[in-house]
């Protein structure tokens, strides 16, 4: 599972760990992605989506239909 978010598209982030002697070693920070399965009444199946925990509150306020519309029209198969 890549570090991706179906919905906002957020991805991890790269920079540098700096130590008490400032040097500076690469690391990322990764978005909290979680693998989630919501029931699309319009299609009558339940779909897999990996999101973000804020799409998973953004799904919650506006819907899994606004949110699946919103998902395909980033060209995006679910």
């Known amino acids: 599972m890549s570090a991706y ?34 029931w699309l009444p319009s299609e009558g199946r339940f779909v897999q989506l990996t999101v973000s925990a804020r799409a998973i509150k953004t799904i919650d306020k506006i819907g899994i239909e606004q949110a699946v519309a919103r998902i395909r029209a980033r060209g995006e198969k679910v």
């Open 5 to 38: 978010c179906q919905l906002t598209g957020v991805k991890p982030v790269f920079g540098n760990n700096v130590s008490h002697s400032h040097r500076r070693t690469r690391r990322r920070w990764n978005p909290n992605i979680q693998r989630r399965r919501y």
